[in-house]
């Protein structure tokens, strides 16, 4: 077929064809094309006479499909249903938070965190399919800016060039102590307060280990140990071996060693991280991700601050 044919060929009349193989009834076709019967049959003839080809026989009586008509039309069907899917795509595409969105999130924060917002999101943006990963800030970081991921939720602030982050809300720490401890029965606490030999930390890499080390730095740490994540930090606070400084949200439903595990809050309300969103500055979608962090922002847990 030449240049020129395919130039010529419109939609719209290969709608207005498909509709007559369909309805076997110029005038149906034409009525449910919504345009007059003449128009219908004039630009049908203007189809065929492009294509070379008679797609129907006409009588007074009835309308019959040609054979090579049969062939043609079958596959402009195909390519109606093609183009139309290409324009649901277009629009999907064009409308904000819709399609897939690759979010990480750090690991002492995502498995707290993101099972009290999820079902809100999918009620907001039900067209918005999310991938979801965690990390440590390094890993997430490293992933965001080489396109695996779009967006990050991470601890601020974040040192990381040609990265854009927007506050979300602010999780304070709580201390974390084996029950019976002398720190439980203390009518207020202050980081003053704290034993650094006592004092348990995560791994190196985990941004938590850093904000504790930073608030207790002026504690000595002559024992400290170590856990490879924050539900073993968790174990280890349980099973007697120290104390540790945890985010609120981590805290919750923790029935299963109530007995085991006690919680206090610090009497300083600046103790603790302030959450972000983060994506990179060079993405388009710079306003889209601002309006999911407007959202995030709207929808915070209970118990903590937005910022």
């Known amino acids: 077929m030449s240049a020129n044919v395919l130039l010529g060929l419109s939609l719209r ?18 009525e449910q094309c919504n345009v007059s019967q003449p128009t219908l049959s004039e630009q049908i ?32 069907e195909r390519l109606l249903a ?13 409308a904000p938070l819709t399609g897939e969105l690759s979010l990480g999130a750090i690991e002492t924060l995502g498995p707290y965190y993101l099972p009290q917002i999820l079902q809100k999101l999918r009620q907001e943006y039900p067209r918005l ?3 979801l990963s965690e990390q440590k800030t390094e890993v997430l970081v490293s992933r965001l800016l080489g396109g695996e991921l ?57 941004c938590l ?5 930073s608030l207790c730095h002026s504690q000595p740490r002559t024992r400290t140990r170590h856990a490879t994540s924050l539900e073993t930090l968790w ?26 595990v006690a919680s206090r809050p610090f009497v300083d309300p600046a103790i603790g991280r302030t959450i972000g969103l983060a994506w990179r500055a060079s993405d388009p979608r710079s306003l ?12 915070i847990p209970e118990g903590i601050s937005a910022i």
Do not use: W
């Not at 009349?13 to 034409?30: I, K, P, Q, S």
């Not at 003839?45 to 090579?68: C, H, N, Q, Y």
């Open 129 to 131: 399919r999310l991938l």
């Open 288 to 299: 889209e991700f601002q309006q999911l962090a407007q959202f995030l922002k709207s929808n």
């Open 150 to 206: 779009d967006t990050a939720l991470v601890a601020l602030p974040l040192s990381a060039d040609s990265v854009t982050t927007t506050a979300l809300f602010f999780e304070p720490f709580q201390l974390a102590c084996p029950v019976g401890h002398p720190l439980e029965r203390q009518p207020s606490l202050r980081l003053e307060d704290l034993d650094g030999d006592q004092l348990l930390l995560l791994e190196e890499g985990h």
């Open 209 to 213: 280990r850093d904000h504790a080390l």
């Open 45 to 76: 003839r203007k189809l065929e006479a492009l294509l070379g080809v008679t797609l129907f026989e006409r009588t007074r009586r009835r309308v019959e499909i040609t054979a090579r008509g049969e062939a043609i039309l079958t596959r402009a």
């Open 82 to 94: 093609e183009a139309r899917s290409m324009l649901d795509l277009v629009h999907e595409i064009g």
């Open 235 to 260: 174990h280890m606070i349980a099973a007697g071996e120290g104390y540790s400084l945890l985010p609120s949200l981590s805290l919750r439903g923790r029935e299963a060693l109530a007995g085991l």
């Open 13 to 30: 009349d290969l709608e207005y064809a498909v509709a007559v193989r369909r309805l076997l009834h110029f005038g149906r076709a034409a």
